[in-house]
């Protein structure tokens, strides 16, 4: 099969497209057939070697694909059957044209989904639903202000909040971005190029300041949203798009009431050391099953900016680290 390979950690011009053996079908997984695999800002961290989930030499990058499953484990505890479309999360592996998945963390998607639309559920609509209905219990006319809000990221964290009822303040930077938050549901965007959008945030809210911080971006965003926050809020790191990762200041934490919550999804994928709980990986059977039906009522559009062959990985990887992506970078193995 072909996929692209990583020898050694370092930058985008590290990796190659290779033919390499088939992987190996291993207890408990599944075989897809791989049509789309989502391209991300985790991978560019990946690459590096500096992301938590620390890959071991020679690897394949790629943490969200869809396709069709075409082999099962005999002892693969899943409903699933040879044929079925569906979307997966992997650790890594997803930049191939076949991947080997644990049977947990397949899903069968709905005819009415793509391939690749189906990419962003995996990670990306997942953190979001997560983070937002999981961990920060977010209520309908609570405040929630998304950073980075045209990303894949920010773009799912403002379409799940206003499915969710909140009043979502979203900011990023340019016109064309402004226009695809305001598109995907937010109520109010701020262009964080021309503004601080400290006091956009606390006049919105009336001097109150956010209920809730979806962040994934991280740095100087992050220190200065301590600052719109609401007294009992909470805020969300999900990410450090930014490159420098905050510092938080006890003293703002204690003084405000502030909750800062935690949210490495890979957790719930069982991907690192610490495995979740049986009881975990049934809701996040129940997670999907939520957001396919918010797909299906049009609350989730699963944009994807574009669609490239897996030989143009290098060209997807670039628009991502160069902030031009507007959703979803997608690679079709196929083409």
């Known amino acids: 099969m072909r996929a692209v390979i990583g020898r050694q950690f370092g930058g985008i011009g590290d990796l190659s497209l290779e ?17 789309a695999a989502g391209v991300s800002f985790a991978n560019l961290l990946f690459i590096a070697g500096k992301h938590q989930n620390r ?5 394949i990058p790629g943490t969200e694909v869809a396709g069709i499953v075409t082999e099962i484990a005999s002892d693969a505890r899943t409903e699933l059957q040879v044929g079925d479309r569906v979307c997966a999360g992997l650790p890594s592996g997803g930049f191939a044209e076949e991947a080997i998945v644990d049977a947990a963390n397949v899903f069968k998607i709905p005819p009415s989904l793509s391939f690749a639309g189906a990419t962003l559920f995996p990670t990306i609509y997942a953190t979001a639903y997560a983070g937002l209905v999981w961990r920060a ?8 202000l998304v950073h980075g809000a045209a990303g894949a990221s920010g773009l799912a964290a403002v379409e799940i909040g206003r499915a969710l009822g909140a009043r979502v ?3 990023a930077g340019g016109e064309s971005k402004i226009a695809a938050a305001k598109e995907f549901g937010a109520h109010y965007v701020i262009d964080y190029k021309r503004d601080d959008f400290r006091d956009p945030v606390l006049k919105i809210t009336g001097g109150r300041g956010a209920d809730v911080v ?8 992050f220190d200065n949203s301590l600052r719109c926050v609401a007294p009992l809020g909470r805020l969300l790191p999900i990410g450090f798009a930014s490159g420098r990762i905050p510092q938080i200041p006890a003293n703002i934490v204690l003084v405000k009431n502030l909750t800062v919550i935690g949210l490495y999804w890979g957790f719930y994928m069982a991907w690192g050391k610490t495995k979740a709980d049986a009881a975990l990986r049934g809701r996040v059977k129940t997670l999907f099953e939520e957001l396919f039906a918010l797909h299906g009522a049009g609350s989730l559009r699963a944009l994807v900016d574009q669609t490239l062959p897996l030989s143009q990985f290098g060209d997807g990887l670039r628009r991502v680290e160069r902030r031009e992506v507007i959703g979803k970078i997608v690679l079709a193995p196929g083409d």
């Open 169 to 171: 303040i979203a900011t």
């Open 214 to 221: 979806f962040d994934p971006v991280g740095g100087d965003v």
């Open 19 to 35: 033919d390499v053996p088939s992987p190996s079908l291993e207890s408990g997984t599944v075989r897809i057939s791989v049509r």
């Open 137 to 144: 219990n977010l209520k309908p006319g609570e405040h929630l």
């Open 55 to 59: 890959p071991s030499l020679p690897f």
